[in-house]
């Protein structure tokens, strides 16, 4: 289990998939339960590669996503940093999280990360609205074993 | 080595906290600085984002792959249906130019009898439809920004029925288009048959746009068409824009509580029209702007 590939590609490539996906265009019934793919991959990168993706790089990320969905910057930025650090902060016994374990943590880390996005839309007056968070908190939290189980063989730990 | 003993089981680290403080400091800044519009967030917004905006391209082709592909294998039934529609709707033009000669004479005769000049056609560009705005609270679609062409902030935009809405955003390849329905839109129209003047404000709901500030006495019925009105600075006058659906009146309010249907096709439409052509008024408002606006 000691063979460590070097993720810098997989990082790079990943993250601008996910972006993609951030703006791919899905039927109206469907926009509510889009994950936040670029979210799950920062999440899985600082706990997998955190050489590599700190919580700096997740802002840094966020805040392009910001300007990519023509959010207020920082909107986006915001909950990934804040994600981003909750997640390092497991670093000690990351490595043997089990998928069951890791995926309520994903739960947690997006409620947490939607929540500060409510708080920064009440702060912009726009006023944000809990109930139709769900469907995408329950997308993010399913989908997120299909990442993880794609993106583990470079995970920087064992 | 005094972390291992804690009994948290999050390991602790101060420099990581600090990072942590720091950057949410400087997030915190960011979205402030970009929320009360300091030009430094903005311009830096605007050059990260034409780096951006190859994404929406690239997303739009298979986007295209699979309506041509859908087109292609449309089961028949809906093709059928399709088709029976075609041929109602095809019927019902051709009554409707069989009178076209004829309003074509009087109309000359009508301008020739009161010298009036002819109108020249506002000038108007086609553009394409090639994503639209991932949040759900947002009524946004994004076209593509052809080089050569001179998109301006606020122009109106059309589709083949009426008024889709305005830009609001120009980058390099791409533009967004904040349509009707979007909470923070709002187009000064007026009731077609009476005259009326209102504001229309969209709701954030896919077909439902909010008729402001009529007040409670007036003559306004369902089914009446709203046209711009050509007041403020962006939609010139006449254009179709939506029809009244419901109207109540509450209790104690001076203003009717009025809901209309925009006749776009908001959602469905894939060739828009920019238009380029500003309402009289907006000389009067900004005098230095209305010079170079008009550049087709």
């Known amino acids: ?158 | 080595m005094e972390t291992v003993i804690k009994t948290s089981i999050f390991s602790k680290n101060n420099s990581d906290r600090r990072h942590f403080v720091m950057a949410l400091m400087i997030a915190l800044g960011v979205f402030y600085a970009d929320l009360v519009r300091v030009p430094a967030a903005l311009s830096a917004r605007q050059g990260v984002y034409s780096l951006m905006e190859p994404a929406y391209v690239a997303m739009a082709v298979p986007g295209r792959l699979i309506e041509q592909i859908s087109e292609s294998v449309r089961l028949g039934a809906a093709l059928q249906d399709e088709n029976n529609q075609l041929r109602k709707q095809n019927l019902l033009y051709a009554a409707q130019l069989q009178r076209l000669p004829q309003l074509m004479s009087e109309n000359t005769e009508l301008r020739r009898l009161s010298e009036a000049e002819l109108d020249v056609p506002a000038a108007v560009r086609l553009v394409e439809v090639i994503g639209v705005d991932p949040d759900p609270s947002r009524k946004i679609v994004i076209i593509r920004n052809e080089p050569g062409v001179k998109l301006y902030r606020g122009q109106p935009v059309l589709d083949a029925n009426g008024v889709m809405g305005r830009i609001h955003r120009i980058g390099r390849q791409t533009a967004r288009v904040i349509l009707l329905t979007d909470r923070t839109h709002s187009v000064p129209v007026r009731v077609n048959r009476t005259g009326i003047r209102a504001i229309l404000n969209g709701t954030g709901d896919a077909d439902e746009l909010s008729l402001q500030f009529v007040p409670e006495k007036s003559d306004i019925k369902i089914g009446d068409l709203l046209t711009t009105s050509g007041l403020g600075n962006d939609f010139p006058a006449g254009y179709p824009v939506a029809r009244v659906t419901k109207i109540r009146r509450l209790g104690d309010d001076q203003f009717l509580d009025i809901t209309a249907r925009p006749i776009a096709n908001l959602d469905r439409s894939r060739f828009l029209l920019a238009l380029f052509d500003r309402p009289a008024s907006s000389i009067l408002l900004r005098p230095e702007e209305s010079q170079n606006g008009e550049t087709r």
């Open chain 1, 1 to 158: 289990m000691a063979r460590r590939v070097n993720p810098f590609w997989a990082i790079v490539v990943s993250i601008l998939v996910a972006m993609l996906f951030s703006v791919m265009p899905v039927a109206e019934p469907l926009l509510l339960w889009r994950p936040d793919w670029v979210l799950l991959v920062v999440v899985f990168w600082v706990m997998h590669a955190p050489s590599y993706i700190g919580i700096w790089m997740a802002l840094i990320i966020g805040l392009l996503l910001d300007v990519l969905l023509a959010t207020p910057l920082a909107f986006h930025g915001t909950a990934i940093l804040v994600a981003a650090y909750l997640a390092s902060m497991t670093k000690r016994w990351g490595g043997v999280l089990s998928m069951r374990q890791s995926t309520l943590l994903v739960l947690g880390l997006v409620i947490v990360a939607r929540a500060v996005q409510s708080v920064l839309h009440l702060w912009t007056g726009l006023g944000g609205d809990l109930v139709h968070q769900l469907p995408g908190i329950a997308a993010s939290t399913l989908i997120w074993p299909a990442i993880m189980l794609m993106l583990i063989q470079w995970s920087q730990r064992s």
